[in-house]
């Protein structure tokens, strides 16, 4: 007595469980590429901000030529009260696009000054090369928190000496790797 059913009914059950099969590994491939470049997106805005407070940091510095001075707080670099009209350096506090918390602070420990941040996150960065000359010294880091955002008014005044033997790009000084302690935002 037949049944209805033709005989070819499991291949196209077998064909169905390779396709959902194949489907899942190339979503687990999306996924893994999407996670990596993600990953490398934060690691650009880390360097874009990390930058935004090295900058801050120099202006504020460099304000005043009389009395130079490292901001105290990151409110200082917000908005600096030091003259008539309000300065801005900083446009507003980031936070450390790999973790979403506040930056670590690096202090210089004669003034105890703001000299720089840092990010705490943890992990391997993917970028090992290729970088700024002001960035340098983060080749081959082994973490996050080695990519350190100083300025050092030191090698700053050392490199407005030498500006007329060396080009602009052998003026940057490389931040340090180790060394000043950082200290959480307030």
Same mark, same amino acid.
């Given at each position: ?9 499991? !291949? ?80 507003? %506090? ?8 506040? !930056? ?28 700024? %000359?002001?960035?340098?010294? !983060? ?16 090698? %700053?005044?050392? %490199? ?27």
């Amino acid at each position: 007595m037949p049944t209805g059913k033709p005989a070819q009914s499991g !291949f196209t059950y077998l064909f169905v469980l390779m396709l959902v099969a194949l489907i899942g590994i190339g979503l687990a491939a999306a996924g893994t590429l999407w996670h990596t470049e993600s990953q490398r997106e934060r690691e650009a805005d880390l360097l874009f901000i990390g930058d935004q407070y090295r900058q801050a940091i120099r202006s504020y510095y460099e304000l005043d030529p009389a009395q130079p001075r490292l901001p105290q707080s990151l409110d200082d670099l917000l908005e600096d009260n030091r003259r008539p009209n309000v300065v801005r350096h900083l446009r507003r %506090a980031w936070r450390d696009p790999l973790t979403g918390r506040p !930056f670590m602070l690096i202090r210089e420990p004669d003034t105890q000054g703001i000299a720089g941040v840092y990010s705490p996150a943890p992990g391997h960065p993917f970028k090992n090369a290729g970088f700024a %000359a002001k960035d340098e010294a !983060f080749k081959d880091a082994k973490s996050y928190a080695e990519w350190r955002f100083v300025y050092s008014p030191a090698s %700053a005044v050392a %490199a407005a000496g030498t500006s007329l033997q060396k080009p602009p790009e052998s003026r940057v000084t490389p931040a340090p790797r180790a060394g000043n302690a950082g200290r959480r935002l307030e």
